[in-house]
T-cell receptor
Framework: DVKVTQSSRYLVKRTGEKVFLECVQD?????MFWYRQDPGLGLRLIYF???????EKGDIPEGYSVSREKKERFSLILESASTNQTSMYLC?????????????FGPGTRLTVL | GQSLEQPSEVTAVEGAIVQINCTYQ??????LSWYQQHDGGAPTFLSY????GLEETGRFSSFLSRSDSYGYLLLQELQMKDSASYFC??????????FGKGTSLLVTP
């Protein structure tokens, strides 16, 4: 079974803090993704990575950065957290590029920025 | 961005059949996926259509019409546990998915 784990289920931070969200997958997947999910807006892609040290911006990258130093780990960084970044953050991974690109999701991190 | 259209809410009775429609943009389209998400849970993959036609997996089926830029998810013999949000997602690059805003399905007794 593919397993995607995220470092925290719940996180509370203060405005201006630097925040790290960690994601690890154990199935040697090439691709990893970070989404945020807000009520009524569905899942919106922040960044994704198709290889170690490679990253691509998604639809809403502003205020975020990412790091992928190892294949199994993909980190999302909020350089200076703001209240509008309060959200559910979901990490996902998929095997590789192709027509069949099922994504496997982690349990999510609910981040509150005060 | 989010260019897929799907209904925000659907209600159906246990044992019935429900269809959730999804329209998408055509530029660079690879295929259409469907994901299920229960409250508090992670999205899980249900199906993928790259070609026109119907794909059946147990009680769930998914349909795609490329000429109409349209697809749907069909849920048969509805059960209470099918109450969840359902997302269609289009693939353009072969890597990333662009998700719709989701349809909240409520199954009533």
């Amino acid at each position: 079974d593919v397993k995607v784990t995220q470092s925290s289920r719940y996180l509370v931070k203060r405005t201006g803090e630097k925040v790290f969200l960690e994601c690890v997958q154990d199935m040697d997947h090439e691709n990893m993704f970070w989404y945020r999910q807000d009520p009524g807006l569905g899942l919106r892609l922040i960044y994704f990575s198709y290889d170690v040290k490679m990253k691509e911006k998604g639809d809403i990258p502003e205020g975020y950065s990412v790091s992928r130093e190892k294949k199994e780990r993909f980190s999302l960084i909020l350089e200076s957290a703001s209240t509008n970044q309060t959200s559910m953050y979901l990490c996902a991974s998929s095997l590789g590029r192709g027509i069949y690109n099922e994504q496997f999701f982690g349990p999510g991190t609910r981040l509150t920025v005060l | 961005g989010q260019s897929l259209e799907q209904p925000s809410e659907v209600t159906a009775v246990e044992g019935a059949i429900v269809q959730i429609n999804c329209t998408y943009q055509t530029s660079g389209f690879y295929g259409l996926s469907w994901y299920q998400q229960h409250d508090g849970g992670a999205p899980t993959f249900l199906s993928y259509n790259a070609l026109d036609g119907l794909e059946e997996t147990g009680r769930f089926s998914s349909f795609l019409s490329r000429s109409d830029s349209y697809g749907y998810l069909l849920l048969q013999e509805l059960q209470m546990k099918d109450s969840a949000s359902y997302f269609c997602a289009e693939s353009h690059s072969g890597y990333a998915l662009n998700f719709g805003k989701g349809t909240s399905l409520l199954v009533t007794p």
